[in-house]
């Protein structure tokens, strides 16, 4: 036998509150119609669900466990209402996001760890790579937000870029390196130190290239190359060489590594690093308020590292 659920709500509603008026008033319905849901379940059970004649009513055995079911659910339906309400308003779901890998392990990370701090039930799924293939998952639907650096003219017609930090590199070289005592760094003191090369399809890779060439430096060695930024940084610290990274970058490290950037001007890349989405209703509110979030955070990154470089020379 089937019964209604919504039948067993009415009934655990009219044993919790103790009478029909008081269940009735409880579900925000009228007593007429609460009774008779009350006589349609016992026609459609064959048998009494109060004890005839008593006041308040007193529910049978029977009356009192289909009540306790009406009660499971009650809590299910209060449950699966939370979670709809939850998912609407972007504090459950699934966020699926990917940029370069520097970025991502230096700055991203972190702000991740943040959110899911503020919004734990959403599952963030982080993956890597570049603008061209990141723009196609964008287009397939299988990625909802890509952080990456572009030109502005780059920006495909069928997505939205938002800009979140303006492109910004710096030389970069372990605590008490040489160099970090030279107070004119020249093309020749450069060149007797090796590089270690970001990947060679990787924006930076191209940017360390016109660095070079636009201090002058253009006898150079790279010792090491690829790797991921925890690589970088151990062969960095244990070496003299030098490398290239975002300032935001190496910002985000000044506490905990041991590395140091050096004051030399080396032109900064012509593009600005953004969140590249879909349109906006293709994105799940998890995304909207993923993307919002990080968007705060790299409001509040911002001001933090032009207040740092006025206040002083990081070195």
Known sequence: MKLDPRH??????IVEHGGLTEGAEALGKSQPSVSRTLSQLEARIGAPLFKPGRRPLQPTDLGLAL????????????KASDLVARFRTGHSGLVRVAGTPIFMDGVIASMIARFQQEIPDVRVDQSYGYADPL???LRLGTLDIAIVPLRRSRV?????????LQGLNVVVCRENHPL?????ITAKEIENYPWIAPPADSPLYKDLRRALSNIGAEDFRISCSGGSLASVIGVLTGSDSLTILPYSV????????????????????????????????????????????VHAQFESLSRRIVQHRKDQLWR
Not at 8 to 13: D, P, T
Not at 67 to 78: D, S
């Open 8 to 13: 067993l709500e009415i009934l655990a509603a």
């Open 156 to 164: 495909p017609a069928d997505l939205s870029f938002q800009p979140i």
């Open 67 to 78: 009540a306790e079911q009406g009660q499971a659910v009650l809590k299910a339906n209060a």
């Open 180 to 184: 970090t005592r030279s107070k004119f």
């Open 135 to 137: 723009i196609e998952r």
């Open 250 to 293: 190496v910002f985000m490290m000044k506490d905990h590594a041991r590395i140091a950037a050096l004051s030399l001007d080396i032109g900064h890349p012509d593009r600005e690093l953004g969140l590249l989405v879909a349109s906006e209703a293709q994105q799940s509110p998890a995304a909207r308020r993923f993307r919002t979030f």
